[in-house]
Each structure stands twice: as structure tokens, then as C-alpha cells.
């Protein structure tokens, strides 16, 4: 195993390392061997006090941020993007440590987040508010301006590019920030804080608190001096997000939430690339990505060879140790390990033909064998709840109309795709299917410059793109009385 450096285990607020105010700490695991890497200090309700406070006093109108200028905002995001890009080796090897995804992915994906910060950056001093012709005489305009002080929470499953989805728009738009990360993997925000610092950033503008969810995750979500909470996790934590962010004051909420994302593929598809691209929607990420398409419908006149190259390409998939040139690491811990292997016992158990995979693999860490389920029907387990791990189902149809109606029959609706050489096949269903991300012959492409969320229980706003930012602003009206006109 490669030996990675933990450089920052505390609390880091007003930009300066701490313990702990109950000096706990808790363990964070290597999902890969199940060894502790480190012990964190545990943040909690007085922690999130503090960072609060410090966020707070750094938003003060007179305060050396708010006295920034846009462009110079612009300057520290472009200086915290070049040290990310200095520090890429390291991230990658400090995330696949604690996360457990190959190194390779690791690292492209903090290669991606310099260029989100950039992509931001540029946009600090091009945030632009109306001139709006209004009624009588008056001239109207509106001015964009920073929400405040941000509650930012984070989950366990792309560490780096959410620590930087969330803090970049919110920085570029001028708030100030408390977050946490996810208790699995809170080492990669914690080496991010230090950049933050390095880049020159004024003390208070971003406060990183590793804790646990009901504890540190609550506190800041109910804390009253917090005006705006951007979290992405599950469903199930998004509503008790959204209840306590109503609780003390009507915080503005952005939510990013779990999805069961459809693929739809027709009778003339290429079986062999829509296989490839179903594949890749589902297993990227060992399958721990809230928009992969986990339900695969497939034309009744290919599905028998289509459900053949799925499972040879399956059989192929590499997983193993991540510091190796692998495809698939370990899932996140014990907890989702355990989930993952009922979800597929559930699925032999009503009926679905199991074409490959089901089991883990080895007996120490938490990995599992890339897993095909075939005749999988819409009222199994397996086709209704999102897994999070290494599991496609496929699903038979027949008529475009019955694949819209079954795409859509679900509480989520965060991405779909579908795989056809008919174009009006394609439109129709990008116009039909209910969700944030359509994607026509490819799947999961995210881009920087395109607005990334979901429909229905999938969550609430967008990130990303210029949508992304402006989930920090708000919009003052500004109404300016003129002189009557004299009638001539
Ligand atoms: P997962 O189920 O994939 O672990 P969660 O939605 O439980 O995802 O967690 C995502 C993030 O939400 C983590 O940072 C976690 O600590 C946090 N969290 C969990 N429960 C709460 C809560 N009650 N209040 C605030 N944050 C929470």
C-alpha cells in the first residue's frame, strides 16, 4: 500500500488548526484494508458555535472580504486552483486513502475541480443584476448580492469536487462558509482547507468542522446566524435537512439527493456500445454516484443480446487495490458494504436472474463483484431503491410509451438517458422523461459550464454553471423615485 502523509487532523476555523471544544476525535477508516488512517477531531454543536461565529464576523460589511473587491475575489479563486493543480499527486493519493477509489480517478477529479474554481473565478466580477423598465416614474434596477454566512454539507462519495461544487459559486459570490464534510472521508476537505489559507483567503471566509451528521450536521443546519444550507446526501437526510433549515430562521436550501436514474436503450442501438455506455452509468464510482443509472430498460428485440454483453463486460471489470491501475475500488465502509450485498440478496430473492457477480470479493475491505441482474421487474426492491454499489438491473420493454411511463415511474428524477439513432426517438423522451440531466448515446457527462440537479425527490436547485451561482445571491430590488414629467 502507498504510504500518504496526513498532514491535518483538526478542526480548521478562522483559519487557524484546532481540537475539538470536547477534545473528542473519531476514527476515519481505510475502506480498502478497514485500518483507522487517522483520528479527526470530532466537531459538534459548540464547535459549529465558533466557525459560525467566525463566518459570521468575516461577512461584516466592513470586513476585509466584504471589502474585497469582486475581481480580487476572482484573484484568490484563480490562486487556490493553480495550488490544487501544485498538490494533485497528494489529493489523489489522500483521497484514494480515505475513500478507497482508484488513484487515477482520484486525481482526474481534482484536476476537474481546478477548472470549476476557475470557471467561477472568472465569473466573481461578471455578476449582473437588471435595469428593468418598470411601471411610473421611477428608474428600477436589481443588484445580485451574497447570501451570507453558507452552511455547506458534504457527502462521502466525490469529496473533492463536492468540497469545491459548493465552496467556488459561494465564494465567487462573495459568502462566507461553514462545512462538513462527510464522516467517512473528512482528509481531503481538511488538506483543501489548508489551500484555501495558502491561496489567501481572510480568516473566517471558510471554516471546515469534520463531525458527524446528527451532531455537527444538525447544529449547523438549525444554527440561526446561518442563512443558506447547500447540502447533497440522500433523500432521507435532505428532508430532515430541509425541516431544521425552516426550524429558526427560513434558510435558502440547495439539495442534491439520491436518484434511480433510467437508460433507456431501443431495438437500434448498437448492442455492443450501449452496453459500454450502460456499464460506465452504472458502475463508475464502484456505483456510489446518486445519478447512476441503476434501471436499464432495454428493447424487447436486443435484450437477450444486449443482457450477454453486459455481463461479459462486467466479468471484465477490474477491481481491487486502488493504488493499482484498477476500475473499481472498495464501497465507502462497512455500513454501505452491508447494504449493497442485502440489496443483491433481495434481488435473488424475488426473482431476478443474478448473470453475474453477488458476491464480495476477498474478506478483508469492502469490495464486491460488478454485479448484472437480469428480468428484473419494476416492483422488485432492486428496481425502486437506489443501492449505491456495484448493481445494474435490466429491465424489458416493448413500446417507447410503456419506457416513458416506467422511467418515470419513481420519487427521483436527478438524471436519465437513452440510447437510440432516432432522433425523434431521442427528443421525444429527453421532452417525456421527468428529471435534471438528460443524456442522448452517452451517459453522466458533467460538465463545468452545465447545471447539475434533480426533479421531484432528487432536490431542490441547481450547481454548476451559471445556475450554480446563483444559489448564493440574492436579488435586492432597487426602486428610484424621478421627477414628474411636466406635459408639454
Ligand atoms: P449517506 O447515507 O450516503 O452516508 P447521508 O445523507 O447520510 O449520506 O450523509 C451525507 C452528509 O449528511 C454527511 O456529511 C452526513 O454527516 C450528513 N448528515 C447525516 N445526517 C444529518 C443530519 N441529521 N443533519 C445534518 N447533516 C446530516
Given at each position: 500500500m502507498v504510504k500518504v502523509d496526513v498532514k491535518y487532523t483538526k478542526l480548521f476555523i478562522n483559519n487557524e488548526w484546532v481540537d475539538a471544544v470536547s477534545k473528542k476525535t473519531f476514527p476515519t477508516i481505510n475502506p480498502q484494508d478497514e485500518s483507522v488512517i487517522a483520528h479527526v477531531a470530532e466537531g459538534d454543536k459548540a464547535d459549529i458555535d465558533i466557525a459560525v461565529a467566525a463566518a459570521k464576523k468575516a461577512f461584516h460589511r466592513y470586513s476585509e472580504w466584504r471589502k474585497l473587491d469582486a475581481s480580487q475575489r476572482g484573484r484568490l479563486l484563480l490562486k487556490l486552483a493553480d495550488l490544487i493543480e501544485r498538490d494533485l499527486e497528494y489529493l489523489g493519493q489522500l483521497e484514494t486513502l480515505d475513500n478507497g477509489k482508484p488513484v487515477k480517478q482520484a486525481t482526474g477529479e481534482a484536476a476537474w475541480t481546478a477548472q470549476i474554481i476557475r470557471y467561477y473565478a472568472g465569473k466573481a466580477d461578471k455578476i449582473l443584476g437588471n435595469t428593468i423598465p418598470a411601471d411610473g416614474e421611477v428608474l428600477s434596477m436589481?443588484?445580485?448580492?451574497?447570501?451570507?454566512?453558507c452552511g455547506q454539507i458534504l457527502p462521502w462519495n466525490y469529496p473533492i469536487p463536492m468540497f469545491v461544487w459548493k465552496i467556488a459559486p459561494a465564494l465567487a459570490a462573495g459568502c462566507t462558509i461553514v462545512l462538513k464534510p462527510a464522516e467517512q472521508t473528512p482528509?481531503?476537505?481538511?488538506?483543501?482547507?489548508?489551500?484555501?489559507?495558502?491561496a489567501g483567503f481572510p480568516p473566517g471566509v471558510v471554516n471546515v468542522v469534520p463531525g458527524y451528521g446528527p451532531t455537527a450536521g444538525a447544529a449547523l443546519t438549525n444554527h440561526p446566524d446561518v442563512d443558506k444550507i447547500a447540502f447533497t446526501g440522500s433523500t432521507e437526510?435532505?428532508?430532515?435537512?430541509?425541516s431544521g433549515a425552516s426550524?429558526?430562521?427560513?434558510?435558502?436550501?440547495?439539495?442534491?439527493?439520491?436518484?434511480?436514474?433510467?437508460?433507456?436503450?431501443?431495438?437500434?442501438?448498437?448492442?455492443?456500445?450501449?452496453?459500454?455506455?450502460?456499464?460506465?452509468?452504472?458502475?463508475?464510482?464502484?456505483?456510489?454516484?446518486?445519478?447512476?443509472?441503476?434501471?436499464t430498460y432495454v428493447q424487447s428485440g436486443i435484450y437477450d443480446a444486449f443482457v450477454a454483453k453486459a455481463a461479459e463486460i462486467a466479468k471484465k471489470r477490474t477491481v481491487g487495490n486502488s493504488y493499482t491501475d484498477v476500475e473499481q475500488g472498495p464501497q465507502i465502509d462497512e455500513e454501505m458494504f452491508s447494504k449493497v450485498l442485502n440489496y443483491i440478496k433481495s434481488g435473488k430473492e424475488q426473482g431476478a436472474r443474478c448473470v453475474t457477480g453477488g458476491e464480495r470479493i476477498?474478506?478483508?475491505?469492502?469490495?464486491?463483484?460488478?454485479?448484472?441482474?437480469?428480468?428484473?421487474?419494476?416492483?422488485m426492491k432492486i428496481a425502486r431503491e437506489e443501492i449505491f454499489g456495484p448493481v445494474q438491473?435490466?429491465?424489458?420493454?416493448?413500446?417507447?410509451?410503456e419506457a416513458v411511463d416506467r422511467a418515470n415511474d419513481t420519487n427521483y428524477g436527478l438524471g436519465a438517458g437513452v440510447?437510440?439513432?432516432?432522433?425523434?426517438?431521442?427528443?421525444?423522451?429527453?421532452?417525456?422523461v421527468r428529471a435534471g440531466s438528460i443524456w442522448v448515446n452517452t451517459y453522466s457527462v458533467v460538465a463545468t459550464q452545465t447545471p447539475f440537479g434533480g426533479f421531484k425527490e432528487s432536490g431542490i436547485g441547481r450547481e454548476l454553471g451559471e445556475d450554480g451561482i446563483l444559489q448564493y445571491l440574492e436579488t435586492k430590488t432597487l426602486t428610484i423615485s424621478l421627477p414628474k414629467q411636466p406635459a408639454i
Open positions: 436589481t443588484l445580485k448580492e451574497p447570501v451570507g454566512v482528509l481531503t476537505a481538511l488538506a483543501l482547507a489548508a489551500l484555501v489559507k495558502e437526510v435532505g428532508r430532515i435537512i430541509m426550524a429558526v430562521n427560513l434558510k435558502r436550501v440547495t439539495l442534491e439527493l439520491g436518484g434511480k436514474s433510467p437508460l433507456v436503450i431501443f431495438n437500434d442501438a448498437d448492442v455492443e456500445k450501449a452496453a459500454e455506455i450502460a456499464h460506465g452509468a452504472v458502475f463508475a464510482n464502484a456505483g456510489q454516484s446518486c445519478v447512476a443509472a441503476t434501471r476477498g474478506n478483508v475491505g469492502y469490495f464486491i463483484q460488478p454485479t448484472v441482474f437480469a428480468d428484473v421487474k419494476d416492483d438491473s435490466i429491465l424489458k420493454f416493448d413500446t417507447f410509451d440510447i437510440t439513432n432516432d432522433i425523434t426517438t431521442a427528443l421525444s423522451f429527453a421532452k417525456h
